[in-house]
């Protein structure tokens, strides 16, 4: 009875332990089925995309920056000669024009200066005159030996001293009427004057360290920024033939849109100027060129020190190759793009653009014309990859 029982539960734990080792390889090839399914289904699986058609375009060849606004030429007026500061005749930051007197010094002391130094000018010319005089008499006395040589040669050389005097107290006149003249200040330039450090009634000095007010000249004005040293040899290749036109839009405005009504729309409209100045040296810290382009700015549309958004056209580029910017992708290797073929899959294709214009950007080489790039949907892309275009 014992012996039939445990045989009983001996064969039928064996029949358990065998339909669960039967088990384990159903189960894994069951497991193996599914794997194989879900990975020829991820193998078939076409991912969504936008794409487009390079195309062939005459575009611009445009180099864009970051740059800031220069005065044109920039004066501080300081006073030459000290003394109360009588009168203002402009308002900080008030046009001037060339010429136009902005400050006068009380002229009074340097007035009195310069009479007497005529007074003086004047005595002396009468004292030459006399030894003058005084030369030619003792001349012929001195051939009738009626004086002595040696008294003649004291006459000559008194007559010589005093012209002497009277050459200097003549310029003495004149930098009297010099100092004189440094009380009135006049605009050495036209422009747009700052703040005004001195007000009517304090003692200005001579030479002092601080202007007594700085005049921005702005019509016309510099744009200046710097380009990466690659530019340089096409910056010097284009300029030898025209003038390269650089246009600007402020960045504080960039942006904005400008109200209805307000009349101010050509303020928010590319301001346009000619490159005028190169550096001589690339600047070994940051590689890069220092340039300049000059604006005639007749409005006042740019401002010294503001930040502004610079573009250089250098020349404009027949039958260029050009794609959507948003197709180009950058990697470790470079850029790149991935161009569709014939059986929506796609290749992975290195590319050289240096230039873009609004939105696209020139392929100088690896893509052309007609054949067709991903524009959107790149991530999880790779070489081969099937795609689904989208519009």
């Avoid at 006395?141 to 008194?158: C, F, G, M, S, W």
């Avoid at 005639?296 to 250089?312: A, D, F, H, M």
């Avoid at 080489?365 to 099937?386: A, C, M, P, Y």
Wanted: glycine share 6%; net charge neutral; hydrophobic share 35%.
């Amino acid at each position: 009875m014992v012996n039939d029982h445990g045989a009983h539960a001996y064969r039928t734990s064996s029949f358990r332990f065998g339909a669960l080792a039967t088990g384990i390889p159903l189960l894994m090839l069951v497991l193996s089925s599914c794997s194989k399914s879900s990975g020829m289904h991820r193998k078939e699986t076409a991912s969504p995309v936008t794409v487009a058609t390079a195309a062939k375009e005459t575009v611009p060849i445009r180099v864009s920056t970051i740059g800031n606004v220069e005065a044109y030429s920039t004066v501080s007026i300081k006073a030459l000669v000290g003394g109360e500061l009588k009168q203002i005749y402009f308002k900080e930051g008030q046009d001037v024009e060339k010429g136009e007197k902005l400050f006068l010094i009380d002229p009074r002391p340097y007035e009195a200066a310069l009479e007497q130094a005529k007074a003086t000018l004047q005595r002396d010319r009468a004292q030459y005159k006399n030894a003058e005089q005084d030369v030619h008499r003792y001349q012929g006395l001195a051939k009738n030996d009626y004086v002595t040589q040696e008294q003649y040669e004291q006459i000559r050389t008194n007559a010589a001293a005093l012209s002497a005097t009277v050459m200097a107290d003549d310029a003495m006149v004149k930098t009297a009427q010099l100092q004189l003249g440094y009380c009135s200040i006049d605009a050495p330039i036209s422009g747009r004057t700052g703040d005004i450090l001195m007000k009517a009634g304090n003692i200005v000095k001579a030479n002092d360290s601080s202007p007594l007010v700085t005049i921005q000249q702005i019509r016309p004005i510099y744009v200046s920024f710097a380009l990466p040293q690659h530019y340089v040899p096409d910056i010097r290749e284009y300029s030898r033939h025209y003038r390269l036109r650089v246009s600007v839009v402020p960045s504080s405005i960039a942006a904005a849109r400008p109200a209805a009504g307000t009349g101010r729309r050509d303020a928010y409209k590319p301001q346009t100027g000619e490159l005028t100045f190169m550096d001589n040296t690339v600047d070994t810290t940051t590689g890069t060129i220092a340039l300049k382009a000059t604006f005639r700015n007749k409005r006042e549309l740019l401002w010294p020190g503001e930040s502004i958004n610079v573009t250089l056209t250098l020349t404009d580029l027949p039958d260029a190759v050009v794609v959507p910017t948003k197709a180009i992708q950058v990697s470790q290797q470079g850029q790149y793009v991935f161009v569709v073929g014939p059986d929506n899959t796609v290749e992975t294709r290195p590319i050289v653009s240096n230039y873009s214009y609004k939105h696209e950007s020139i392929i100088e080489r690896g893509v052309s014309s007609g054949e067709t790039v991903v524009t959107d949907g790149q991530l999880g892309l790779v070489n081969g990859s099937k795609i689904e275009i989208k519009q």
